[in-house]
Antibody, heavy 117, light 107 residues
Framework: EVQLVESGGGLVQPGGSLRLSCAAS????????MSWVRQAPGKGLEWVSV???????YYADSVKGRFTISRDNSKNTLYLQMNSLRAEDTAVYYC???????????WGQGTMVTVSS | DIQMTQSPSSVSASVGDRVTITCQAS??????LAWYQQKPGKAPKLLIY???SLQSGVPSRFSGSGSGTDFTLTISSLQPEDFATYYC?????????FGGGTKVEIK
């Protein structure tokens, strides 16, 4: 079965760090365009970051310099390292696959990140 | 950044109704547009990609049209399971951006 399973969310203080993981099954992460998308409570969807199959990465301005997307091909897992967290980073974080670089066809169940003191 | 403007923000409709949601891009995006459905507490589900291509497994009552800056998602005959929030998303350039969402509610 093709699926994505996120983990690593939780409660963190402002200024703290967290690493999210997204384990894939049924397909190869390194062969696909993979993204993180977040959704603040009661709000819409916000794209966060992408990593191409070739390794190129892009970030939303709101997280640039603080978040890093990466992958471990041996574990078939996508990561999001989040540093210098702010209250406005509070959201459900989803990982998603875009096999043709234009639309996300597989999404994980989401993991909640709460930034609060 | 490309801004995606969806309208309406909410719509009340009955089972069997035809529902149309529009999405306007602040600049031309060719056909680099996708539509998603999201139910409370769940991840988004891809409905339409490349503006008008139906994702595998999605019922044919869903259709998409448009190119350039103006796009439409149509549900030809609303079913009980279609009550949800719908989002458009442009994939023309980074940062990828989503519309604000349209909530389809029961009338």
């Amino acid at each position: 079965e093709v699926q994505l399973v996120e983990s690593g969310g939780g409660l963190v203080q402002p200024g703290g760090s967290l690493r999210l993981s997204c384990a894939a099954s049924g397909f190869t992460v390194s062969s696909n365009y993979m993204s993180w998308v977040r959704q603040a409570p009661g709000k819409g969807l916000e794209w966060v970051s992408v990593i191409y199959s070739g390794g190129s990465t892009y970030y939303a301005d709101s997280v640039k310099g603080r978040f890093t997307i990466s992958r471990d091909n041996s574990k078939n897992t996508l990561y999001l390292q989040m540093n210098s967290l702010r209250a406005e980073d509070t959201a459900v974080y989803y990982c998603a696959r875009a096999p043709t670089d234009d639309a996300f066809d597989i999404w994980g169940q989401g993991t909640m990140v709460t930034v609060s003191s | 950044d490309i801004q995606m403007t969806q309208s309406p923000s909410s719509v009340s409709a009955s089972v069997g109704d035809r529902v149309t949601i529009t999405c306007q891009a602040s600049q031309g995006i060719s056909s680099w547009l996708a539509w998603y459905q999201q139910k409370p507490g769940k991840a988004p589900k891809l409905l339409i990609y490349a503006a008008s291509s139906l994702q595998s497994g999605v019922p044919s009552r869903f259709s998409g049209s448009g190119s350039g800056t103006d796009f439409t998602l149509t549900i030809s005959s609303l079913q009980p399971e279609d009550f949800a929030t719908y989002y458009c998303q442009q994939a023309n350039s980074f940062p990828l951006t989503f519309g604000g969402g349209t909530k389809v509610e029961i009338k």
